[in-house]
């Protein structure tokens, strides 16, 4: 089964992914997008999904920490309900 880790400061929005996606995919979930390198060195993750507007670091922060790092070749999804073209465009 894949693994899948998703960063989303929203309970509610972690809460319906793992319930929705449960019988697919292992998903571990995190509302601190601080603790997405111990999570990352915990366990082989087979995909990221970062929300865009969380407190201390946003999405586009952590994942070019992400992209720097040696974690770099997972591949990451960016979740936002921005209207703003420009952040739909940038994600």
Do not use: W
């Not at 019988?23 to 601190?32: A, G, L, P, W, Y």
């Not at 970062?50 to 999804?77: N, Q, Y």
């Amino acid at each position: 089964m894949n693994n899948i880790l998703y960063i989303d400061d929203n309970a509610i929005n972690l809460s319906n992914f793992k319930d929705t996606f449960v019988n697919d995919f292992c998903v571990t979930t995190s509302q601190c997008p601080l603790s997405v390198f111990n999570l990352l060195e915990s366990q082989k993750y087979d995909a990221i999904l970062l929300d865009i507007h969380m407190p201390e670091r946003d999405g586009f922060e952590v994942l070019k920490e992400i992209s720097e790092s040696r974690f770099s070749s997972i591949p990451a999804l960016m979740f936002t309900s921005d209207e703003l073209q420009a952040i739909r465009y940038r994600a």
